[in-house]
């Protein structure tokens, strides 16, 4: 025997400590972008719990941040280029969605155009969704735009409660749920007992829908395999599958009312009504087409009413940038008549402050997080496949080097050039002057109506009223609602802003 077994014992030992010693010092998971330290098993969980302080403790720690939570890779991005190198410039891998088990493979049965993942059902609807959305067609429903948006500013005048803590906030999430429902079904809320209870079931639909994707709120989403335990032991299970058949029976009504105007002849332009049309050309299933319309509400209403209280509050607690607007729209439009949305090219100051407050205050400030499809490399860190992608709008949309020293601040001159007309947008920002309509393929499919419906807001808000607050108010604080956010609730006083304001819209309202 020329070896001994201790020697080969030995050698074998240090041939081994080399390979896991090599393995480790090169594995990719060493240069992980940094991040906070998290707690054993959990990672950082609890801390995501509250998302508004979570981001602003990662924003100090750099550009891109790494987080564990329970053993799921996230990345929080602080950094307008960064986010848009990552999730535009690189979308055929950072398209994905967070796998949700409750809410988008139980209630929705995978039919949340939402929170699927970047899958073939996805670019069909997401196709189709667009063709019903896309600038063109946005311009379809400017009729039942300016509609909501007169009755919404005739409803605060008649309230003579509109000036007590958030008494406004009933009226903007009545004008959202019926804006959105007319351009989806063209069937806008107008009090009558059915409208109501379709309203109804619509904000109990949103509800179960934003409870089931809270974070925490349901263990099988850490621990997949609960899925298999049959629906009669448990209880989150059975009522995700016995709502998701009632959600689906309701959203097939809403959509068979439509193919009944649409035969009568009596269809206005609607979303559903070119997801009908134009069936064959996207291929989408009549469940398909119902889930495709139905999510709308779920994603349109909350946004866009958050955006409201924030437009009401950055006015009121500005009143020298309110000023400047109401200026603009009585030179323009004048007194005898209210705006239309075809004056928008000749109000750049008002069309620049919608601008400005859905920078500065996002509806959906940590944005859905997208998911990595594949292990991806940036700037030398590591991001591993499957990792969720939240976005920091508000340092996004905050960053000194593109919005200028005042970023931090409610500035709507930023985006006029010294002729007072509207400078081209900053890099990355899709001519919107922003990113809160988020990144790549899955920017938001709305935003062209959502921008259309909030000019006429401002502009008949601002034409109608002088807006002000009533004692304390918070700038600062973010209500959160799930993805959306809007404002603690403050005391707003509307005032009519000359006495025919109010006759005047309703003569529009009448005439249209
Ligand atoms: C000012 C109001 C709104 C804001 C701030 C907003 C913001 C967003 C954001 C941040 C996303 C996620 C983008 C991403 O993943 O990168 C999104 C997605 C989406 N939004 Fe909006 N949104 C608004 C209004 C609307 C409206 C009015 C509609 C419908 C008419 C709508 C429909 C959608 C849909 C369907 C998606 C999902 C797109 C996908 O996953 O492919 N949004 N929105």
Redesign the pocket.
């Known amino acids: 025997m020329l070896v001994s077994y201790p020697t080969i014992t030995v050698g074998a030992s240090i041939f081994i400590l080399a390979y896991l010693a090599k393995r480790y010092f090169s594995s990719p998971w060493r240069r992980l972008p940094p991040g906070p330290r998290g707690y054993p098993i959990l990672g950082n969980a609890l801390d995501m719990l509250n998302m508004q302080q979570f981001l602003a403790k990662s924003y100090a720690l750099g550009d891109l941040v790494y987080v564990n939570a329970i053993g799921k890779s996230a990345v929080i991005i602080n950094n307008q280029r960064v986010a848009a190198d990552l999730?535009d410039r690189r979308a055929a891998t950072f398209s994905g969605r967070p796998r949700t088990i409750v809410a988008q493979e139980l209630w929705c049965n995978g039919l949340s155009?939402?929170t699927m993942g970047h899958t073939d059902r996805w670019r069909r609807m997401?196709r189709a969704?667009h063709e019903g959305?896309r600038t063109a067609s946005a311009k379809t429903y400017h009729e039942m735009e300016v509609e909501e948006a007169r009755l919404l500013a005739l409803a605060l005048s008649n309230d003579k409660d509109v000036s007590t803590p958030g008494g406004y906030v009933h009226h903007y999430a009545r004008y959202a749920a019926s804006l959105?429902l007319a351009?989806t079904y063209d069937r806008p809320i107008r009090g009558t007992a059915e409208d109501e209870k379709m309203a109804h079931f619509l904000e109990w639909i949103l509800t179960k829908l934003e409870a089931a994707t809270a974070p925490g709120a349901h263990l099988v989403e850490y621990f997949p395999v609960m899925l298999a335990i049959p629906a009669k032991f448990a209880k989150w299970k059975r009522d995700a599958l016995e709502g998701h058949v009632k959600i689906s029976q309701f959203y097939n009504s809403l959509v068979d009312d439509v193919k009944r105007r649409m035969t009568s002849g009596e269809a206005r332009p609607s979303l559903v009504r070119t997801l009908i049309d134009e069936k064959q050309h996207f291929g989408l299933s009549e469940v398909e087409t119902s889930w495709a319309a139905g999510?709308?509400y779920i994603?349109?209403s909350d946004?866009?009413a958050a955006?409201v209280e924030w437009i009401t509050l950055a006015l009121a607690t500005h009143p020298e940038f309110q000023r400047r607007a109401q200026a603009e729209l009585d030179s323009v439009i004048g007194h005898a008549r209210s705006p239309r949305i075809e004056d928008r090219s000749n109000l750049p100051f008002v069309t620049a402050t919608l601008r400005e407050v859905?920078r500065w205050k996002?509806?959906?400030p940590y944005?859905?997080p997208?998911v990595s499809e594949e292990d991806d490399w940036y700037e030398g860190m590591f991001i591993p496949k499957g990792t969720m992608c939240f976005v920091n709008m508000v340092a996004c949309n905050t960053n000194t080097e593109i919005y200028g020293a005042d970023a931090a601040h409610f500035n709507p001159a930023r985006y006029l050039d010294e002729k007072g007309q509207l400078k081209p947008s900053p890099p990355d920002t899709k001519d919107e002057g922003h990113v809160?309509?988020?990144?790549?393929r899955?920017?938001?499919?709305?935003?062209h109506?959502?921008n259309d419906a909030?000019f006429i807001a401002t502009a008949i808000l601002l034409w109608a009223f002088d807006l002000s607050t009533i004692g304390e108010y918070d700038l600062h604080t973010y209500v959160d609602k799930g993805v959306t956010n809007s404002p603690k609730p403050f005391r707003c006083k509307f005032t009519p802003r000359f006495p025919e304001a109010m006759s005047i819209l309703a003569a529009d309202l009448d005439a249209a």
């Open positions: 999730l155009i939402v997401r969704m959305l959105i351009i999510i709308m994603v349109g946004t866009q955006m859905i996002p509806a959906a944005g859905i997208h809160s309509y988020g990144f790549g899955r920017i938001c499919v709305g935003r109506v959502a909030l």
